[in-house]
């Protein structure tokens, strides 16, 4: 029996943990936070996505409870949470700068809330060497937060976090002050952390590969407003505006004007002087439609010679060769001055380069490598 995915958001019997209903929030006459609808479902890994400024922290506070909406209504498991502190909601917020007590050790960093809620000794003891467990900080348990490297203070900050169990945790930028590498870590450890306590976690960032990397669903935003919900590779593979296309990874943009040719099928003027396009979209166009094409780099070839059978194929120059080591990204300019990239894997460990700056190539793709897009 293959394993069941987790996707709640397509099971109408399934009802969301948290249900954003057209809520607005303004600050004077800047509105933040327009007009929005959301749901997040138990056990999520939810990212929020987006430009600086777009609202993505807004939300998060809202849930936090450090700001109220001016108009709709947030609910947390069927409750409207407006009315409800901070402190009393079963939600969690880890901040970027992880908020930790200097002159405490991580142990008592981890069992500061506990204390707090007045939870017996014995059982502090026991939930903290959960959280330590977990986080894999048994060894640091005595040492204070400025003897421990950055990635163990963001666990600690983690585990403080978790301890008190909240239904929901909020994280907001959780990975900014970490090194590349430690980051691409530690992703794959919150992944784990999510997975083994069944919290649901929704996380604030600007950065689309670990929205990517470790969400179940990813709303991208602009302006307060959510452009779209989906799993990662929907959002990759099936954008549904130019702006969602563009903001996540590398993408080629042809505008032009579509002429449905078939079912399903068209032809897109795009040159004075080149042939149109083919594409397949299960979107209508109808004649002379204005539309955008957005094809990835990773579904375009290069060749020397024109490829025969080519669903598309356009002539251009090498402008720019970007070599990233695993791949390499071509710039191609068009006859109009169109530039499209072309990305190729570097398979061998030492590979002559077939093409050069200011090469003649030939670009292909198929008819169903591109999305074709109204706006």
């Known amino acids: 029996m293959p394993e069941s995915v987790f996707a709640p958001w397509n099971d109408a019997s399934q009802k969301p943990l948290i249900r954003f209903r057209n809520v607005t929030k303004s600050f004077g006459d800047f509105t933040a936070i ?128 978790l301890a008190k169990a909240p239904k929901l945790l909020l994280l907001d930028e959780p990975l900014g002050a970490l090194d590349a590498k430690l980051r691409q870590a530690t992703q794959f450890e ?73 079912e399903q099928t068209y032809q897109i003027k795009w040159s004075k002087t080149a042939a149109p396009l083919n594409a397949v979209s299960d979107r209508p166009f109808s004649e002379g439609q204005s539309c955008h094409l957005a094809i990835r780099p990773e579904k375009v070839g290069i060749h020397a010679d024109r490829p025969a059978d080519a669903d598309n194929a356009v002539q251009g120059t090498i402008l720019d060769i970007a070599y990233l080591g695993n791949i390499s990204t071509y710039h191609v300019e068009l006859p109009g001055g169109q530039i499209v990239k072309a990305q190729t894997a570097n398979t061998r460990r030492v590979s002559r380069r077939s093409f050069t700056w200011e090469d003649t190539v030939w670009l292909s793709w198929t008819a169903t490598a591109g999305v074709l897009l109204a706006q």
Do not use: W
Request: net charge negative; aromatic share 6%.
């Open 190 to 262: 919150l992944m784990d952390i999510q997975e083994k306590t069944g919290t649901t976690f929704v996380i604030v960032t600007h950065d689309q590969e670990e929205a990517m990397t470790v969400a179940s669903r990813v709303a991208v935003m602009d302006e307060g407003r959510i452009m779209q919900v989906a799993t990662p590779e929907h959002i990759y593979e099936v954008p549904e505006s130019v702006y969602v296309a563009d903001f996540i990874g590398d993408v080629n943009i042809i505008k032009g004007a579509a002429s449905p040719v078939g």
């Open 34 to 161: 327009d007009d929005l609808t959301l749901d997040i479902y138990e056990q999520e890994f939810f990212a929020l996505l987006g430009p600086s400024g777009c609202g993505k922290t807004t939300m998060m506070r809202m849930l936090a409870g450090f700001e109220t909406p001016t108009s709709g209504v947030i609910e947390l498991a069927g409750q409207d949470i407006a009315p409800v502190p901070p402190n009393k909601r079963a939600v969690n917020m880890m901040f970027q700068s992880y908020a930790l007590f200097p002159h405490l050790s991580v142990y008592e960093n981890i069992a500061f809330g506990l204390r707090r809620g007045n939870m017996p000794k014995q059982d502090i003891d026991d939930r903290v060497s959960e959280m330590l467990k977990l986080t894999r900080l048994e060894k640091f348990a005595r040492r204070k937060p400025h003897q421990i490297s950055g990635g163990q203070r963001q666990r600690v900050a983690l585990a403080r976090s």
